[in-house]
């Protein structure tokens, strides 16, 4: 198979058009992700249940590779709230939070995400995500936000209590151990959140983050309240870790970790690339969904190597990016260099951060993902959007999270076949004002031909209820021998499909008619005739028009009898049939004759002589 180089190397289209003045911008939106990257990359990290350095550490290598092999200018990859929320559900049966067997887990468990993403991306499977709706998205964001909230309170609080990935045994533990409330801590904590939402409210652009921790940490170290029980973060390694692989002999534990991986990765992935879109919406900047997999792949597999973990594209740091003006990718590769000489400079000075600090930004951050504006919008739209949200939402708290975005992609997707797999049907006939089609009244209809007409797909998903439907139609009028399908709206049909015509041309044929079609696209047209089926119903059934198919099925199969008897009046030929008047149609044309021709052209036939008839109905 051929690559183009820019297909291994996706960089080198936008590093040949770079410009200097595109520098300046960079570094500035570089810097001010770096100082929003290193506080919530510490937070997130304790959500995963790992030193707070493993976070700093997903936050260099693997932005800097995001952004060179992904396509978008502004997203920044890292760790997130929601993906290390799935790696501590993942991980937390397995090995106790924060020992060397789950960071050796975590590490295996990023390596895996990775490879998947890669597999994903280089196999061209990103239209897969048009699978998951925005309401998964919604229900699983504001589900993680309420539980990230909720299991940052014991440390918010000071309080000592045993790690549970069960919410309500959670919420039990902490309502039974209020008694323990730690003063000081619950004081740092909230002093963190009063700071954040006071910069957020009176000077947005300002670091309030950042500054929040300064000030706190400063008040640890300056009255030495660490020594009187506030918990702190402790020593940070001040190195870089040196690229090396996992610990490959967890390839037996992968059986386990594997479907903790396929949530993150499907969770990553669609993070990512909503990320990407949302601002691309703005720029009018292309994306490439299946480099962004790659590009997902690669910073998760960098993850593993260079000591971080598992991680996705960040909406906090993406937004910041993009309103600080950055131009190219070179932004987050700025980033990712600026927080690792954070941590060779400043990591010792992190030891006196208090734990409920990093709580209380975690608790803001959940406070910011919950987004009451998309919840409601979703809620009023359609009842299965509803139900996908609020049922992805539950299961997000009451079962294991990675299962609860099956849940969500499941339901999706059933609502995606339900919706398909029951296309419209319904009877119509010619209006006599206009000659358009319309829905038929009860009675109204031909007594020797149904004219129904399918909006939808007609395919394996969908056969079985149309054959159900048209079935019971002609059950219930026994004397009417044929049948015209106005296929319009059917964009796509398959063998399923076609079979389902089969048997319902068997059926007509037994009484006596046959089956015509209108509105058939060229796709659905092929698909009939390379399965033979035109064939078989004779040449000239099909017509780009409904009143076309109408007058062949008059010409060669109504019976005289029948129309002379019929009490309705549903087409304008009707009258005229009525008294035996069938020389309408031409004394010399033979039913067949205006069709000559259609098997050799391979195209639906048109009656050229029915286009200017005044009441012809509209295709």
């Known amino acids: 198979m051929h690559f183009h180089p820019q297909a291994i190397v996706p960089f080198l289209s936008w590093l040949r058009g770079y410009r200097r003045p595109f520098f300046k911008p960079d570094l500035f939106a570089g810097l001010t992700v770096a100082v929003v990257a290193v506080p919530q990359s510490m937070a997130y990290a304790l959500i995963a249940g790992l030193p707070v350095s493993f976070g700093l550490y997903a936050s260099i290598v693997p932005t800097i590779i995001g952004c060179l092999w992904g396509s978008s200018s502004h997203l920044i990859t890292g760790p997130t709230t929601a993906v290390s929320l799935v790696v501590f559900s993942t991980l937390s049966s397995l090995a106790e939070p924060n020992s060397a067997g789950y960071i050796e887990m975590a590490l295996f468990l990023a390596l895996m995400v990775g490879a998947l993403q890669l597999i994903m991306g280089v196999a061209r499977l990103g239209t897969l995500l048009n699978f998951v709706s925005h309401a998964v998205l919604i229900g699983f964001t504001t589900g993680a936000a309420a539980l990230i909230a ?29 008694h323990e409330i ?14 954040i939402l006071g910069f957020k409210k009176f000077r947005p652009n300002w670091p309030g983050t950042l500054l929040a921790m300064v000030a706190v940490g400063s008040l640890v170290a300056i009255f030495d309240l660490d020594r009187q029980g506030v918990a702190v973060v402790g020593a940070v390694s001040g190195d870089i870790p040196l690229p090396g692989l996992p610990d490959m002999h967890l390839l037996a534990q992968a059986g386990k970790l594997a479907p903790g991986a396929l949530a993150i990765a499907i969770l990553g992935l669609v993070e990512a690339v909503s990320i990407a879109k949302s601002i691309a919406d703005q720029t009018r900047q292309r994306i490439n969904v299946n480099q962004e997999f790659i590009g997902q792949g690669l910073a998760n597999v960098s993850a593993a190597l260079f000591s971080g973990y598992a991680g996705s594209g960040s909406f906090t740091r993406s937004a910041v990016n993009f309103r600080a003006g950055a131009r190219t990718p070179l932004s987050g590769i700025i980033s990712g260099i600026a927080v690792a000489l954070t941590v060779l400079i400043a990591a010792p000075l992190a030891a006196k951060l208090p734990i409920s600090a990093l709580a209380g930004v975690l608790v803001v951050v959940a406070y910011d993902m919950i987004r009451v504006r998309d919840i409601v919008r979703t809620l009023k739209t359609t009842r299965g959007d509803a139900a996908v949200l609020v049922i992805t939402f539950a299961s997000t708290l009451l079962l294991n999270i990675e299962f609860a975005i099956y849940v969500g992609v499941l339901l999706s997707i059933g609502l995606h076949l339900a919706a398909t797999s029951h296309p419209r049907i ?10 358009k089609m319309r829905a038929s009244s009860y009675g109204e209809t031909c007594c020797q031909m149904e004219i129904v007409a399918i909006e939808g797909s007609l395919f394996f998903g969908s056969a079985a209820f149309v054959l159900d439907d048209l079935q019971r139609r002609l059950r219930s009028r026994p004397q009417t021998a044929n049948l015209l399908i106005r296929m319009h709206k059917v964009n796509t049909m398959d063998a399923s499909g076609v079979h389902v015509l089969e048997i319902l041309l068997d059926e007509v044929r037994r009484r006596g008619g046959g089956i015509y079609f209108s509105g058939v696209n060229h796709g659905v047209f092929l698909v009939l005739k390379n399965s033979g089926f035109l064939n078989e119903i004779g040449a000239g059934k099909v017509h780009a028009t409904t009143r076309a198919a109408i007058r062949q099925a008059m010409r060669e199969s109504f019976f005289p009898a029948i129309c002379a008897t019929c009490p309705e009046i549903v087409f304008e030929e009707c009258p005229a049939l009525k008294r035996g008047h069938w020389e309408i149609f031409g004394p010399d044309i033979h039913p067949r004759d205006s069709q000559a021709g259609l098997a050799e052209s391979g195209q639906p036939a048109i009656d050229q002589r029915e286009e200017s008839h005044p009441g012809a109905p509209s295709s």
């Open 182 to 195: 730690e003063i000081i801590s619950l004081g740092l904590g909230t002093l963190t959140i009063v700071i």
């Open 150 to 178: 909720f299991k940052q309170l014991p440390a918010l609080l000071g309080l000592k209590i045993e790690k549970t990935s069960v919410f309500f045994e959670h919420l039990f533990n902490i309502i039974t151990n209020l």
């Open 426 to 435: 319904q009877s119509v006939v010619p209006d006599p004002a206009t000659g």
